[in-house]
C-alpha cells in the first residue's frame, strides 16, 4: 500500500470515526481503523460489532493495499502533521510509515484479515430524506431514551411509518417513563419497518454528528435487523435492538381542559434561572398557571427561594401542577418555533408540550405530585 | 442592606473570586463570599485562609450592611438574571433578595460576623511593576512548581531581589528536582524579601489569572509572612510558604560545550508530534545535536515509531542527550522570542534553554540517561 492524501479530507474522515470506535472494549481491535487503498480512494473502515462506518476518500494510490491501525493515536498523529499533504506506505513489517514535511512515523499495524467483517446487508427498502429533517427527527427524540433500564425496550427510539393525508412520514418516537418525545420527517421510497425494533442510543449519537442542517438528500436503507444511512462516499451501518417498546399512543394525551401559550425564549431563561435552586431532581417545582401569568417557584431549606412570572395566554382554568424543569428544558432545547404550548387535563395526568405552528413533533412530561 | 448594581460588573468582580473559595473545604464558610455596601460600593471579600481577595465594585448603595452568601450559586444566579439592574436587599430572615426583571431569588445567608477576618497587614516595602511584567514572571516560573512534594520547599517558588546594573529586579525560581525555571522583572521600590519563604501554588495560580497584559502599574506589598497585589480597586493577600528552597544557583550550568540555536515553531511542533507516542514520562527521548540538524527520534514497541529532524545552528562539537520532551515543551510555552538556545556541558550534565535575545529567563531541564 502506497498513497499520498491530503491531510485536511483525512483529518475530517478520521473526526467522524471518533464516535465509533471503542477505546476501553475488551477487544483492541474494535479501537483501530481499517484502511483499503484502491482505484483513487483510501476508505476508512470503523466498526464496534454493533454499529460501522464506511467512508471513502479522495486519494492518489501508488499501490492498492489494506492495514488496520489504533485509530486515536492516527487522528492525533494526522492533525499534527506540518504538510498539508500526507504520504502512507506500507513498510515490511506491516508499519504504517506515515510522512509530511520533516515529520515521520512509523506506526504498527495489524492485518487487514485480523479486522472484523462487516454483516452482509440485503437492501429490504429504501427511504430518503433531506439531511436536516432527519437530523431534526433524531435530535427531538435522543434526549428521551432511557439510560440502560431494566425495561429493555426503553433504551432504543422506536421507528415507524406512518402515512398522513396522502403524506409519507417516517415517525419516531422515544421514552423513558417520565417523558416522551415524537417526532416525524417527511420522506420518498419504498419500506417498511420490522415490528420490536429499535435505535439504539449509540447510533442515535452517531446519527447526531454524522448529520448536518442542508437540504442534500440521504437515504435510509433497510436490513435484515439493521439500518443503513447512505450519503455520498458514506455509509453509516447500525444494528437495531430487539426490545418490546411500550404502547406509547396510551401516553399521549387525547384530553385538555388547560392550554397555556408562552414565548419559549421567556420560559427556557426562567426554567434555567429556577434549575439553579433545584438539585434534588426527585422533588417537583410548582407551576401555577392563572389567567395572565405563569407563576414558578422554588422553596430549597438549604440553598433559599425562587419566584418567577411568566406572561402567557391561557385557554380554560387556572391549575397548578408539579413538574421536574430539567424535563421542560429538554424539550425547549428542541421544540423550535417563537412559543410554546402546554395542554393539561388536570394537575396528574400528563402534560402535552408542542410548537403550536407545527405538527411535526410533540413531547409528552408526566407531572410529579406536589409536596 | 440594600443596593442597585450593574449584572456584568456583578459578573465580573464575582468570576474573579471562584479561584479563591473553596468548594469542597470542610469549612462550608469558605464557599461563601463577603458582601459588603457602604458609600457607593460593594465591597466582595473571598478567603480560604492562605489567600484573599479584596474587590470594590461601583453600586447605588440605598442602605449599607454585611453579609455572606454562597459564592458560586450566586454567580450562577447573578449571570442568569435578564435585566442590566440587580437590585439586592436583605430581608429580615437574612436572607438577600436579588431582583432583576422577572426574576427574584432569595439567598441564605450568613451573618458576616461568622465571616473569618483576614489577618492584619503591616506594610513593610512595596515593589510596582508593570501588569505584564508581573504576569510573565508568573507564568514563567509556575509550571515548574512541584505538587505535594515532601520536599516542602519545592512546593512554592521562591522570591528574592536583584541589582543588576544599577535595575532593580524581582527574580523568582521555581523547580520540581527534575527541572528549573527563573525569570526576572523590572521594578521600582522599597523591599526586602524575608528568607525562608516561598510563594504557593495557588497564589501563583490566582495571580496568573488576576493580572491581564497591560502596562498598568500594579504593587506588590510586604508584610510578615505575606504579600499583597494591589491594584485600583483590588486587594489579593497570599501568605508565604515557610520552606528551605534548594541552593538553585548550584543547578545553573556555568558551562556549555554545545550551544544549539533552534527556531523556537520548529522545535514545538516536532516535540508535540514526538509526544504522540510518548506515554511513559520516565522513558527519555533522544536528542541528536548535529551539525546542520536536530534529530528526535522516539521508539515506543507498542505503538511505533517517530524520526523528526529540526535545523538548527550548533557552536562546538555533536552531541546526543535523553530528554523528557514534555519539559522541554513546557518551556517552550513560556520563553518568548523567535528563536530557542540549547546550552549542553555534556550528555549527563543539566542542560539551559533560553531566548537568546532576552536575559529575563532561563530554563534548566536535567538529562535523562538513553536506554
Not at 259 to 285: E, Q
Request: glycine letters at 6%; a negative charge.
Amino acid at each position: 500500500m502506497e498513497l499520498y492524501i491530503d491531510r485536511d479530507d483525512l483529518s475530517r474522515g478520521l473526526a467522524r470515526i471518533q464516535g465509533i470506535i471503542e477505546r476501553r472494549s475488551t477487544q483492541p481491535i474494535f479501537a483501530h481503523v481499517l484502511l483499503h487503498a484502491r482505484d483513487g480512494l483510501l476508505r476508512l473502515t470503523a466498526t464496534d460489532s454493533e454499529v460501522a462506518y464506511i467512508g471513502d476518500l479522495s486519494a492518489n494510490v501508488q499501490n492498492p493495499g489494506d492495514i488496520a491501525v489504533e485509530a486515536a493515536q492516527l487522528f492525533q498523529v494526522v492533525r499534527s502533521l506540518p504538510d498539508s499533504t500526507v504520504h502512507f506506505k506500507l513498510d515490511e513489517n506491516r508499519r504504517l510509515v506515515v510522512r509530511s514535511g520533516r515529520a515521520n512515523f512509523k506506526l504498527l499495524g495489524v492485518a487487514a484479515e485480523e479486522y472484523p467483517a462487516l454483516p452482509a446487508f440485503e437492501v429490504t427498502g429504501t427511504a430518503r430524506f433531506t439531511e436536516r429533517d432527519l437530523r431534526r427527527l433524531v435530535e427531538q427524540v435522543a434526549f428521551s431514551v432511557a439510560s440502560e433500564d431494566v425495561r429493555w425496550g426503553l433504551n432504543g427510539a422506536h421507528m415507524e411509518r406512518v402515512d398522513i393525508d396522502g403524506e409519507l412520514r417516517v415517525r419516531m418516537v422515544a421514552t423513558d417513563g417520565h417523558r416522551l418525545a415524537l417526532a416525524e420527517a417527511p420522506c420518498e421510497g419504498e419500506f417498511q419497518f420490522p415490528a420490536r425494533q429499535l435505535v439504539p442510543r449509540k447510533a442515535l449519537s452517531v446519527l447526531k454528528k454524522l448529520l448536518g442542517t442542508g437540504s442534500e438528500s440521504v437515504v435510509l436503507e433497510f436490513g435484515d435487523r439493521a439500518l443503513q444511512l447512505r450519503r455520498d462516499g458514506e455509509v453509516f451501518w447500525f444494528r437495531l435492538l430487539d426490545g418490546e417498546f411500550p404502547d406509547y399512543k396510551a401516553v399521549i394525551p387525547k384530553e385538555k381542559n388547560h392550554t397555556a401559550r408562552i414565548k419559549r425564549s421567556d420560559l427556557a431563561s426562567t426554567l434555567k434561572r429556577v434549575g439553579i435552586l433545584v438539585h434534588d431532581r426527585a422533588r417537583a417545582v410548582r407551576f401555577a398557571f392563572t389567567d395572565d401569568e405563569l407563576e414558578v417557584q422554588v422553596h430549597n431549606v438549604d440553598r433559599g427561594e425562587v419566584n418567577e412570572t411568566v406572561p402567557l395566554d391561557l385557554v380554560g382554568t387556572e391549575i397548578t401542577v408539579g413538574f421536574n424543569p430539567r424535563y421542560l428544558q429538554d424539550i425547549l432545547g428542541v421544540v423550535g418555533g417563537d412559543d410554546v404550548v402546554l395542554e393539561l387535563a388536570h394537575p396528574l395526568a400528563p402534560c402535552m408540550v408542542r410548537d403550536p405552528e407545527s405538527d411535526t413533533a410533540r413531547f409528552v412530561v408526566m407531572p410529579m405530585r406536589l409536596d
